[in-house]
């Protein structure tokens, strides 16, 4: 399906700079633009392949300016970034949706199946299951018994949901991904042998919650594991037993948050972030990638980095210091020679 330029400033409340008939039908990046692609140019390291892209329609803010001729029609917009977002969404939207059940699924009787949903082949739904409507489960998913899948969720192909998990509405769960098994909670005896402790909790799913690829949040000990609304998680990122985030968090790659800590709403989390169990994190802190986080955050919208943690312009600091210690480290040699020579 084609656009003008026109139809799409329109859509966006944006202001067409150039031929506004020009269409097109598909999204490029600015580098590695083609005739016929909408781009967008967001980041200011990008601003040299404006003047070279053969993409036909770029996005810019609204307070760009041209420093040379530009082949391109522009649409000009608050925030070109969340435009493209807007426009990515919309395609999206009206692509074909799947509907169904496939027989070589396994659906137990006591489920209950809304409308419009999709089952794929080898999915397997447990007993007093509910799968709300618009539901998506692609092949190969275990969905345990009791579980609930509230509205217009998608459950992409081979995710494991263990037994009384609530997963709530709009959620978007990538393949690979393990909701609700058991938290890694052991008793040591007296010989140093590790007894397990069962994990009788469940974890509950807020709305528009999204969870990467082969990520695994553990079930609760008692009680629930907590995922508010809106937090997005990325791929490989490990949440421990009885840990809750609040709202809009955003955690990327590689991060683990050990059990029963608590987490802010609005709180941004880099890659590889470790944090320690029964903390309780400050809304909108962000961490630096590789931080470890080890005691209680309590004031809001800190911004941390390093092991352990510390403000990040201390972080910074730390860190040229140390790429200048050999150097000052030959100096304080030299200064003992120095005064060896002297005695």
């Known amino acids: 399906m084609e656009f003008s330029a026109k139809q799409i400033a329109e859509f966006l409340n944006g202001e067409v700079v150039g031929n506004q008939n020009v269409t097109v039908n598909n999204f490029s990046k600015i580098e590695q633009g083609e005739k016929g692609t909408l781009t967008f140019l967001s980041n200011p390291k990008y601003t040299n392949f404006i003047y070279s892209t053969q993409a036909d329609i770029v996005l810019v803010d609204k307070d760009f300016t041209t420093e040379q001729e530009i082949s391109a029609t522009l649409i000009k917009v608050e925030n070109a970034y969340q435009a493209l977002s807007k426009?990515?969404?919309?395609?999206?939207s009206i692509k074909p949706t799947k509907t169904g059940i496939s027989q070589k699924s396994d659906i137990a009787e006591t489920a209950k199946i809304g409308e419009n949903v999709f089952?794929?082949?080898?999915?397997?739904?447990?007993?007093?299951?509910?799968?709300?409507n618009n539901v998506k489960i692609y092949p190969n998913t275990q969905i345990a018994d009791n579980v609930q899948v509230k509205d217009n969720s998608t459950i992409y192909s081979n995710v494991s949901i263990y037994e009384n998990c609530v997963v709530g509405e709009r959620n978007i769960i990538h393949s690979g991904a393990v909701i609700g098994a058991d938290g890694f909670g052991f008793a040591p005896?007296?010989?140093?042998?590790?007894?397990?402790?069962?994990?009788?909790?469940?974890?509950?799913l807020g709305n528009d919650v999204e969870i990467g690829a082969n990520a695994a949040i553990d079930r609760a000990t008692i009680g629930s594991t907590v995922i508010a609304d809106g937090v997005k998680i990325d791929n490989l990122v490990q949440i421990a037993h009885n840990v809750e985030i609040g709202e809009h968090t955003a955690i990327a790659a590689q991060t683990g948050i050990a059990g029963s800590t608590k987490v802010g709403e609005k709180c941004v989390f880099a890659g590889q972030v470790g944090?320690?169990?029964?903390?309780?994190?400050?809304?909108?802190?962000?961490?630096?990638?590789?931080?470890?986080?080890?005691?209680?955050?309590?004031?809001?919208?800190?911004?941390?980095?390093?092991?352990?943690?510390?403000?990040?312009?201390?972080f910074r600091r730390s860190s040229i210091a140390l790429k200048q210690l050999p150097e000052t480290l030959q100096k304080i040699y030299q200064m003992e020679r120095e005064l060896k020579l002297k005695n």
């Open 87 to 92: 426009l990515l969404s919309l395609a999206e």
């Open 189 to 204: 005896d007296e010989q140093g042998r590790y007894n397990k402790i069962p994990q009788i909790g469940n974890v509950v």
């Open 275 to 314: 944090v320690a169990g029964h903390l309780n994190i400050a809304e909108r802190s962000i961490f630096g990638a590789q931080t470890g986080v080890t005691s209680h955050i309590k004031e809001a919208g800190g911004v941390y980095q390093g092991s352990p943690h510390m403000p990040v312009g201390n």
């Open 119 to 132: 089952v794929g082949a080898f999915v397997t739904i447990g007993e007093n299951c509910k799968i709300g």
